[in-house]
Structures are given as C-alpha cells and as structure tokens.
T-cell receptor
Framework: EDKVVQSPLSLVVHEGDTVTLNCSYE??????LLWYKQEKKAPTFLFML????IEKKSGRLSSILDKKELFSILNITATQTGDSAVYLC?????????FGTGTRLTVIP | NAGVTQTPKFRVLKTGQSMTLLCAQD?????MYWYRQDPGMGLRLIHY???????AKGEVPDGYNVSRLKKQNFLLGLESAAPSQTSVYFC????????????FGEGSWLTVV
C-alpha cells in the first residue's frame, strides 16, 4: 500500500531557529517527491525532487531526496513568523500524488 | 491570472441533499483532480481526469461522481450527501499526470448536517 509519513506532526520554534522536517515514502512506480506549504487555503508548491543527493534551494528553504532510503527532508534556516504553516510532502506515483498528513510549524516571535 | 477556480467556496447541506462543485482552470492543463482534506488525514484523491471526456477513480471515490465534458472544467457531484462528506475539497490541475507540479484551487468548505 502506498503511503507517505511525515514527522514531526507539529513543531513550535522561535524566530531564528533552524528546523528539519522529515518525510518517508513508499510509492509504487515512484517518480518524484514534492513539498508544499499550506497556510490557510490552497497548498503552494515549494520543491520537486527526482534525483538522490541533489539539494534544491530557495532562499532559506532547502530539500534533499534519498531514493535508497526512501526519505526526504525539508530544512528551513533562520525561521520567521511567516514560515508558520502546514508543510505537506507528496510522493508522485504513476497515477496519483500520495500526500502525508503534514507537519504543522509554528514560529514564535 | 485566475489559475484554478472553485465554486462555491462554502456550502452547508442537509443529509440526503445533492450538490455539484465546479472547478475551472485556464491553463489548458490536460489533467484535473479532486481531493478532500480532513484533519489528520492529509489530502486524499477522490477522482481524477486525464483529459476531456475521461475520468478515473482515486483513493476515496465512493459517494462522489465526476464529469469532464470540457477540458477546462471538472465537476464533482454528491448525489446524496452524508455527514462523513463534511470536508474541505480541493481541485487541482497539471500538465502531467504526476511527477510534476500541480496547481490547486482555493478550496471549498462543505458541511453536511
């Protein structure tokens, strides 16, 4: 059965802290791993990872994929209150994106 | 700059009533999806479509029907609403079936009482 598991479920940090969000996956005919940020409404795209070991960066956010261990991490450095959101990980298979339940990040000023 | 538009955004239904959620995209995407999001469950695929006139079942299709008569529109129908269908519904579209980015609508909050 295809599944994506994220940890931790929730996280509370102070501004300036660095956080690491985890995502493990078991997806048939795996094609890619995607990260989304969801605030109050629709998820917004952050990264798509298809190859192991290649880090993707966007400002203070970065992510990497390990296809051998079926694992991905999302790092956020120097967190800001605007980073508070639910971060969703999804594994793309042949016909579907399988989403994890998300990690709720709260950044306290 | 519309992207993916869902209507209505909020709706309250009585058990047994029917309704249709409309999704429209203006990006000429081939693929469209309907997801539901429940607390602690993540996003789950209800139905999807790989092109005009085609539909397929996702993870949780029971109680829902869909139609894709036009490429830009994907309709989700509830024939006889049940309280278990209280959820937030997201439509999405993409230019690939998977492995690429998909674009989400703003969500439709549905409550069945």
């Amino acid at each position: 059965e295809d599944k994506v598991v994220q940890s931790p479920l929730s996280l509370v940090v102070h501004e300036g802290d660095t956080v690491t969000l985890n995502c493990s996956y078991e997806v048939t005919n795996f094609r890619s791993l995607l990260w989304y940020k969801q605030e109050k409404k629709a998820p917004t795209f952050l990264f798509m990872l298809t190859s192991s070991g290649i880090e993707k960066k966007s400002g203070r956010l970065s992510s990497i994929l390990d296809k051998k261990e079926l694992f991905s991490i999302l790092n956020i450095t120097a967190t800001q209150t605007g980073d508070s959101a639910v971060y969703l990980c999804a594994g793309a298979g042949a016909n579907n994106l399988f989403f994890g339940t998300g990690t709720r990040l709260t950044v306290i000023p | 700059n519309a992207g993916v538009t869902q209507t209505p955004k909020f709706r309250v239904l009585k058990t047994g009533q029917s309704m249709t959620l409309l999704c429209a995209q203006d990006m000429n995407h081939e693929y469209m999806y309907w997801y539901r999001q429940d607390p602690g469950m993540g996003l789950r695929l209800i139905h999807y479509s790989v092109g005009e006139g085609t539909t397929a079942k996702g993870e949780v299709p029971d109680g829902y029907n869909v139609s894709r008569l036009k490429k830009q529109n994907f309709l989700l129908g509830l024939e006889s609403a049940a309280p278990s269908q209280t959820s937030v519904y997201f439509c999405a579209s993409s230019d690939h079936l998977s492995g690429n980015t998909i674009y989400f609508g703003e969500g439709s909050w549905l409550t069945v009482v």
